[in-house]
């Protein structure tokens, strides 16, 4: 009797265990904080990461995906990594495009990321920031440059331009200049010459 009962609770403790670790990867925790990312319900298998922000707290990964580019980020909770919070951009055709964005402030902690991508040749910096904060990069065609900063900023504080080589402003980052009806779609880049 009392080594069908030891035989009985062993069995609870093994399910028990079993379903606990069944419960917590189908929640999409992870032990590595990239299989975490890659395990989030909008980015599968199928993704190629294009870039990775390190943040004290957690990290950013940045993906394209075969419906559009994905920043994705990953946190540590004890010795496992879950992927609370996905961003995702339709694919576009546009001469420039945002590719990665992410504005996070939590209880870990404070991140802003900005990516973005060219295919005009004329295009040879990207500036980006709040005026206190501001950052240029060089930008090369079709691959993309990642900005980011260890605090939470405004998308609207952010004033993103597409520079030249002698630093003349080509796009800028905004809603449609001149209307009452916009979509998040709308907030793009625009062209300085001919903008509507």
């Keep these: 009797m009392r080594l069908a009962f030891k035989r009985i609770a062993l069995i609870a403790v093994v399910l028990l265990i079993t379903f606990g670790i069944w419960f917590t990867y189908s929640s999409g925790y992870r032990l590595s904080s990239s299989e975490a990312a890659m395990a989030h319900f909008d980015v599968r298998k199928s993704a190629t990461e294009f870039g990775e922000v390190n943040l004290q707290w957690g990290k950013v990964y940045l993906f394209n995906t075969s419906k559009g580019p994905r920043t994705v980020l990953a946190t540590k909770e004890g010795f496992l990594w879950q992927a609370p919070v996905a961003v995702y951009f339709s694919q576009s055709s546009d001469n420039v495009k945002t590719v990665g964005w992410m504005s996070y402030n939590g209880k870990q902690g404070h991140a802003m990321v900005f990516a973005v991508e060219t295919s005009d040749s004329a295009v040879s910096y990207i500036q980006v920031g709040p005026a206190t904060d501001r950052i240029k990069k060089e930008i090369t ?55 509507k």
Excluded: C, H, M, Q
């Design 141 to 195: 065609v079709k691959e993309p440059v990642v900005f980011s900063w260890n605090k939470e900023i405004d998308i609207n504080n952010l004033n993103p331009v597409a520079l030249s080589k002698d630093g003349k402003v080509l796009y800028e980052y905004r809603y449609p200049k001149d209307t009452t009806t916009i979509t998040s779609e709308d907030l793009k880049w625009y062209p300085v010459s001919g903008s």
